[in-house]
Structures are given as C-alpha cells and as structure tokens.
C-alpha cells in the first residue's frame, strides 16, 4: 500500500499528474506561509510589535482565500478525474491538511491579537519566555510535519505525533506557572490572561501539526491513524516494512 | 444549482442513493450524539456530577469511531461512485462535517475534564450560570445547524450563523466578569480558571456549528460560504431566490 514519489509519474494523464502536483505544491506553499504566520505571531507578541501582528492579521485573509483555493482544485479533480487509490488519498489528504492550516493560521492570529490587546493594557510581568519557548516548539512540529508531507516520510511523521506529548506537558507546567503567578500578584490578572489564551493557541497548534502527521500515514499507508497511539502507529509502521520487505525477496 | 430531497432519487443505481441517504443518516446519528455530549457535559459541570463526566469522556470513543467510519464509507463513494454535482458536494460536506462533530465531541470531553478536576480542587465560586447560559446557546446553534443538514434549510443554516456573533459577545462578557472576580478573590483563580477553559470550549463549540451551517450552503447552492459574512451570504441566496423564480418563469 507503499506511495512514493516515483509513483505518480506513472499516470496516463500527463495532465492529471500535474495536477495532482500542483495541490500538493499549493498546500507546502500554504503551509509555509502558515509556519511563518506562527513565528511572526509569536515574534510580534514578545518584542511587542503591533505592526508585526497587525500584519499577521492581514495575512491571515490570504491563508484564508489559499483554503478555498486549494480546495476548490480539489474538488474539480474528484469531479473530473474520478482519481482512486493513492491519488485519492492524496486529494483526501490535502483538503483535510488545508482546513488544519488554515486553523492555525487563526490560532497565529488570535495570538496576534493578544499582542494588540497587551501593548493597550500595558505588558504582562510574565509569560514571555514560556510562550516563546512553547512558539518555537510547536512551530518547529508544522515544519516537520509539511516536510513529512513533501517527502512522503513516515517516520518523520511520526516523531511528529511524539512530540505532541511533550508540549502537553510544557503547555500544562507553563499555565500552573502562571496561575501561581497571578494569585501572587492579582492586579496583573487582566495582563497575564492575555499570555494563557496564548499558550493555549500555541498548544493547538501542536495538535493542528498533529494532524498534519497523521494525514501523512494516511496518504502513505493508506491508514487512517487518528486516535491511535505513536506506539501503535510505529507497529503499523513496522508491519508494513516487514510486508515489503517480504515482498521484495519472493 | 439548487439540490432537494427528490433530486437525490433520481440516481440510476438505486444501491447508490442508498448510501448517499446512509452517510447523511450516519452523520445526523454522529451530531445527535455529539449534541447530547454537550448537555450533559454542561450537566455534569453544573451539577458537578462527577459519574456523568466520566460518561461524557468514555463516549467521546465513541464519537471518534463514528468519525472513521462515516470517512471510510465516503471514500468508498468516492473511489467507486465516482459522484459528481450535488453528489459530490454531499460526501464533501459529510466529510467535512464529520471533523467538525468530532472537535464539539472533544469540546465536551474537554468540559468534562474541568468537572473531574473541579471535584478535587473544589468547587468554583463562580461562572456556572455563565457556563449554562453559554452551554444552552451553543448546543441550540448544533441542533440547529444538523436540523438544516437533515432539511436542506440554507434560511435555517443562515440563522445559525448570525448567532456566532452573539455568543462571541457573551462569551466575552462573560470571561471580563471572572477575570473581575479573580481579581477580588485570587484565592479562587485556580478553579475559576477551571470554568475559563470551559467558556472557551463552549465558544468553539459555536465556532464548529457555524461551520455546519456553511456545509450546508455549500451543500445545497454550490457556493463556499467560509469567510464570506452573514449579510453577504444572505445576498447570494436571495439571488439564487430570483434565479430560480425568473428560471420557472420562462
């Protein structure tokens, strides 16, 4: 149930190869815009730079119209080409992996907002240093996840889905934090909640490149791994190495 | 481009129609129980009702199952059917809505986890009324827009959208009263913290129905509504009103 690359030069269809090329090009553009969208966000919100996040809230208007974009080929090519197998996969994939990126583009963009809100309220004596570390975590799982996208690479996607463990625990330790913080020092509530509502975008966006992974298997193995366990997946993983390998031999 | 209950009897392969009606079926058995997952979470909260959390998170399984299975049908629909026009625009919506229903599912497990931890922490001072208020508003948006996806309603899916911006008002106002109280009583911060998350729940819990809602117009008219205002998109479907009209005319 393997896919690579190679396999999609193989149709009768050189227009249809093409195609089928360009959504998935069109989503790892969408995507890096989205990746950047995160970093801006997080950036704008740290050095406290309003025009940054107001661009990021412009931005996120053309995350929007990529969505509907990508998925409007996509549906023109389930109408048109009737694809099956791996190339229905592909198109699955891709209109599932948009709605996850544009998702995060609006996590990046309430994120921003919180960076409006705090340069008129006046700054948070705390929370900066967690969100950026959080930021940059998840961040780096959207990077990893599209090049898992691009790649067709398994096992990348699967480091994915692990780390997505991590900053549950990161997010959970930085909001007990600042809980702690806020009953010691209650007039800056109003400020430090601006900080939680980030960290909890940032965690969903940890969730949203989970996601992504999983499209990843999906359209690979042709297994649907949501709600299963990496432990789980990486049998799946291996069985399916083992199957090919068999394959090869005979 | 306007679809009805009776065009979707027209198909030659009566095994077809069969299971066009079966995921449409499925998907409106998925939102029930998905809706019901939101009352008795808000139940469970306000009640503090610890057996009818624990309930709500052992069905969200439940909810996740349905998920892959209504996918799963649809992708064979669509390797082997094939469909097109308003065919096509069904499995889409389905699938679509499926994602949707399974996120309020989350939602509610997730206000069900606040019930768990509010029982051990203590109960909050305050925000329960909010949270019921909010609750009931939000389940009523879901109920509302699986009534439309059952009837082809785009007048009802339209009424569902023009409540987002309601909740988000109320939801707003609601969250300013805590962080005034947190403020006066930061002793509580940690459990009305509890009830914050719950209200952001509840308010992506509007977020998704609104999503429905605009399934259902695309569904039904062609057009994809996402990111298009309610005003706008009353617009479009009284053109399509007038098209219609002057197309029975001639």
């Known amino acids: 149930m393997k896919i690579d690359q190679e396999a999609h030069t193989s149709h009768i269809s050189q227009k249809f190869n093409e195609e089928l090329e360009e959504i998935r090009s069109q989503l790892l553009e969408m995507g890096g815009l989205v990746e950047k969208q995160v970093q801006d966000a997080v950036d704008s919100l740290v050095d406290g730079d309003t025009r940054l996040a107001s661009e990021v809230r412009k931005t996120d208007k053309t995350v929007n119209q990529l969505q509907l974009e990508i998925d409007e080929v996509c549906t023109h090519i389930l109408a048109r080409r009737q694809p099956a197998a791996s ?4 198109v699955l994939a891709v209109i599932r992996a948009t709605s996850d990126l544009e998702r995060i583009g609006d996590e990046a963009s309430k994120i921003a907002k919180a960076t409006l809100r705090l340069a008129e309220e006046g700054t948070s ?3 900066y240093i967690e969100a950026r570390h959080l930021g940059n975590h998840v961040r780096q799982m959207v990077k990893d996840a599209l090049n ?3 790649r067709f690479d398994t096992p990348q996607a699967l480091a994915v889905l692990r780390e997505d463990d ?3 625990l990161e997010y959970r330790s930085a909001t007990r934090a600042l809980i702690t913080f806020m009953m010691e020092d209650p007039r800056s509530i109003s400020q430090v909640m601006n900080i939680m509502w980030v960290l909890r975008s940032l965690e969903r966006v940890g969730d949203h490149a989970s996601n ?3 499209y990843v298997i999906y359209l690979v193995e042709g297994e649907d791994v949501r709600y299963t366990k990496p432990d789980k997946i990486e049998q799946v993983l291996q069985h399916d190495d083992e199957e090919d390998q068999k394959g090869s031999s005979t």
Not at 87 to 90: F, G, I, N, P, V
């Open 87 to 90: 190339d229905l996969r592909l």
């Open 212 to 214: 992504l992974a999983e």
């Open 125 to 127: 004596p705390r929370g």
């Open 148 to 150: 898992a996208f691009a």
């Open 166 to 168: 991590k900053v549950d």
